[in-house]
């Protein structure tokens, strides 16, 4: 989708469909609404006193204007009541908008700034929101399907109308960081939609290659001969029983000062997982093919750092690998020795994720790092304790995860932190290896964080178990059934942060 940014009036615009907010407290008409309330005979106020418009979230009513206006059509969104109303609420206003206007076979639409009666945040940061907003909302997946989605038209563009000279420059600021951002989004969900047996470690790879043509973006792959030489026991052992062969990914984003310590995205990303030898149960397998959704995540925010020319220097690492039982396959029982010289012993092989993950932490630390954070659906255990809509997060340093947790808060992707405490190594200590990589069933997701401590040495550090979050089972106004790609944009904000630019 196409997005521009211009100063214009509401009474004046040209567009297939308008979109307007209202408020479910609000008994009268916001003074900018009240010219085109005229135009239309009194419509918009009519709805008001009928109770047809409550101004109730995600309330949409639509009017057709008969040419009594420049604009063909008028959508009504409701935002709720004032004091409730967020910024992702206005995102999420702008995802059904989206989803409605394509509803009316219109390809293009135009909106005031929504909600800022009620926020008090800047022009830039509602733009960035209402455009991820309607970029999410009209996100689809049609590659496989032969009717192609039915052949319905798509929503093309959306142009943000700007009051003021004066807003007119941060809303095209705001409006160029949710297209990036978004479209990190959509990058992750399309990765992760692919089936298994398209998006192979290998493909992964070719991904990553499209993203050096951003510019300042060089890419290095490691084969397993590579891995094996450096001695990353987790990369081989978990890879062993495919036969697709593993790639360790490493994007470096350059746009910082030359001898800036990077910021390192960790991403784990497994194309398949099958459990290995400790076979998942057949139920929902097919939801395996998004275990790679960190990594797809990491790419999509090295990109949008890219796109926006953002001045840090970012390394983006992707374990990638797929997990099948075979001859070959790691056992339970087997002891893997790692990229910074501990041992593992291998007492589930479902639990793979945080041995691609420990080499990938390790070679983080192999480039003295400034701060490092790595994403991953990682644990059962999250889903158990979040449900669907936090995301879990550990770490090691207390104002990383402050910024993480602002960032999220900005995204709409919420974090909520768990305890990293010493005592709960216990769990993963084993009788014949450094440790074991499972801690049992209490505080699964803690446990599985504190392994990964092990492997980050003393620099700023922080985990996202996103496995409560990647996957939805059902549609939400910007947010899609199946991989969601959520964290992409808590990760492409805190980027933004990071770089001075909030």
Request: proline share 4%; hydrophobic share 40%; aromatic share 4%.
């Amino acid at each position: 989708m196409n997005c521009q940014v211009k100063q214009g009036d509401i009474n004046k615009e040209a567009t297939e469909v308008l979109v307007l907010g209202g408020f479910e407290d609000e008994k009268t008409l916001p003074k900018d609404y009240q010219s085109l309330d005229k135009a239309l005979g009194g419509q918009l106020q009519e709805l008001r006193k009928s109770g047809e418009f409550t101004g109730k979230n995600q309330q949409a009513v639509l009017i057709h204007t008969r040419k009594a206006l420049p604009a063909k059509r008028i959508l009504f969104m409701g935002l709720g009541k004032k004091k409730e109303v967020t910024l992702d609420r206005v995102r999420q206003a702008m995802g059904t908008a989206c989803k409605q206007v394509k509803k009316t076979g219109a390809q293009t639409f135009s909106a005031p700034l929504l909600g800022t009666e009620a926020l008090h945040v800047s022009p830039s940061d509602l733009a960035q929101a209402m455009v991820e907003g309607a970029i999410l909302g009209g996100y689809q997946f049609n590659q496989y399907r032969s009717d192609n989605g039915n052949g319905a038209k798509e929503v093309r563009s959306i142009t943000l109308l700007a009051h003021t000279a004066n807003q007119l420059s941060a809303m095209k600021t705001g409006a160029k960081r949710g297209e990036a951002s978004a479209q990190a989004t959509s990058l992750a969900r399309d990765l992760s939609n692919h089936p298994a047996n398209v998006m192979t470690p290998t493909r992964v790879a070719q991904e990553a290659k499209k993203i050096t043509k951003e510019g300042k973006v060089k890419l290095t792959v490691l084969e397993r001969k590579d891995q094996e030489k450096l001695g990353m026991g987790g990369m081989i052992g978990v890879s062993q029983g495919s036969q697709e062969p593993p790639k360790f990914i490493i994007l470096e984003y350059s746009g910082g000062k030359k001898n800036d310590a990077p910021i390192v995205l960790v991403g784990k990303t497994v194309t398949f997982d099958s459990g290995g030898i400790s076979l998942k149960p057949s139920e929902n397998m097919e939801q395996m093919k998004a275990d790679m959704t960190g990594g797809a995540e990491v790419l999509g925010a090295v990109r949008a750092a890219a796109r926006l020319k953002l001045p840090i220097n970012l390394v983006g690492i992707l374990p990638t690998v797929e997990n099948m039982p075979g001859g070959r396959a790691t056992k339970p029982g087997d002891i893997l020795n790692m990229l910074n010289g501990k041992t593992v012993e291998v007492q589930n092989t479902d639990a793979e994720g945080r041995l691609i993950l420990a080499d990938g932490l390790s070679y983080a630390t192999r480039l003295k790092p400034k701060c490092v954070v790595d994403v991953a659906t990682l644990t059962g255990a999250c889903v158990v304790a979040l449900g669907q809509f936090a995301i879990g997060m550990l770490g090691n340093d207390d104002r990383l995860k402050a910024e993480l947790k602002k960032a999220g808060e900005q995204a709409g992707e919420r974090v909520w932190e768990m305890p990293l405490w010493d005592e709960y190594f216990e769990q993963l200590k084993s009788d014949v290896a450094d440790m074991r990589n499972i801690g049992g069933r209490g505080g699964g997701m803690i446990t599985a964080g504190m392994f990964l401590s092990k492997f980050v040495g003393d620099y700023p550090w922080v985990h996202l178990d996103i496995a409560s979050t990647d996957w939805s089972v059902s549609e939400r106004p910007y947010v899609c059934k199946g991989p969601t790609a959520i964290g992409t944009r808590l990760l492409v904000q805190f980027l933004i942060n990071r770089a001075g630019h909030s």
